[in-house]
């Protein structure tokens, strides 16, 4: 009997083993979980259901008018799906999204240069602060970036996509720390 197929990350392996320059660190984050909440639920009280539910080290960032991705490095339980489910009934649905979308991590001090290669958002602190999210295009890839840190952000994209986007982030990586002086 032939073996079970056996679950391997998109961007496994060495050629997606980080990228660490002057200035910019690239690295394929856990795949973790990903949720898409929809409905009349505010922020403030899903981070209360989410708690309830076990999530206590997720995180919210606003996907849309009443939608958020609930994101978060430790692998999705059906028990604790069912709980935030059934904690949600009649205020949001939840869609487990964590097999259909990956998460990258850029940080250092020339992220911004690099992010701003790809994308028109204005990912100045003062405008774009830590929590903040929003979904945009990087070239042709629809993304969510999240702002995660003062030089540290998380991008969201649909799995399909994963290893075009870490590739041009690759080449904007390099050309990034060239324009940064690094």
Do not use: C
């Not at 083993?17 to 639920?41: D, F, K, M």
């Not at 489910?85 to 690099?114: E, N, P, T, W, Y």
């Not at 003062?150 to 080449?171: G, N, R, Y």
């Amino acid at each position: 009997m032939p073996d079970l197929p056996q679950h391997k990350p998109v961007l496994a392996g060495a050629a997606y083993s980080g990228i660490s320059g002057a200035g910019i660190r690239l690295e394929a984050l856990p795949e973790g979980h990903l949720l898409h909440v929809l409905g009349t639920i505010e922020p403030a009280a899903l981070a209360t259901e989410l708690a309830k539910a076990g999530f206590t080290s997720s995180s919210i960032r606003k996907a849309g008018f009443r939608q958020w991705f609930v994101a978060g490095d430790e692998p999705l339980s059906p028990a604790g799906l069912n709980a935030l489910a059934a904690a949600l009934a009649g205020k949001a649905f939840v869609i487990d999204q964590s097999h259909g979308r990956v998460r990258i991590g850029i940080s250092g001090r020339s992220s911004r240069v690099l992010l701003s290669k790809g994308t028109a958002v204005d990912l100045d602190p003062a405008v774009f602060a830590e929590g903040s999210s929003v979904m945009t295009m990087i070239g042709h890839i629809s993304v969510q970036i999240a702002r995660t840190g003062d030089d540290s952000f998380e991008l969201t994209v649909l799995h399909s996509f994963a290893e075009s986007l870490w590739d041009e982030l690759k080449h904007m990586a390099t050309s990034a720390e060239k324009d940064s002086g690094a």
